[in-house]
């Protein structure tokens, strides 16, 4: 069975910053693509931003500049370094991973529990 963790959303005031971490655990044989997702309340979930497992990033234009992407692949871990947040940017985070593990036969995605951000004005 393989696990996503995610931690560090918080309360911040506009203008500040967070680092959102997640970290897969498991019998995991390889790690494909991994982003996050955001959710805000009454919307869709959206597409925040996407790594590959050699380093190749994909953000949404709402976020280009202002969020960055990476991953520590010794570590299973993807990270979102979220700057200058908006009250825009409040909802819950999700991230993600694209996993190759002794249980299945070909990959399989799975998701974090989400983390909530909140950003006041």
């Known amino acids: 069975q393989v696990q996503l963790v995610e931690s560090g959303g918080g309360l911040v005031q506009a203008g500040e910053s967070l680092r959102l971490s997640c970290a897969a655990s498991?019998?995991?044989?390889?790690?494909?693509?991994m982003g996050w997702y955001r959710q805000a309340p009454g919307k869709q979930r959206e597409l925040v931003a996407t790594?590959?497992?050699?380093?190749?990033?994909n953000y949404a234009d709402s976020v280009k500049g202002q969020f960055t992407i990476s991953r520590d692949n010794a570590k299973n871990t993807v990270y979102l370094q979220t700057n200058s947040l908006k009250p825009e940017d409040t909802a819950v985070y999700y991230c993600?991973?694209?996993?190759?593990?002794?249980?299945?036969?070909?990959?399989?995605?799975?998701w974090g529990q989400g983390t909530q951000v909140t950003v006041s004005s």
């Open positions: 993600y991973a694209n996993v190759r593990s002794t249980q299945y036969l070909v990959p399989v995605t799975y």
């Open positions: 498991g019998r995991i044989i390889s790690i494909n693509g």
């Open positions: 790594i590959t497992s050699g380093g190749s990033t």
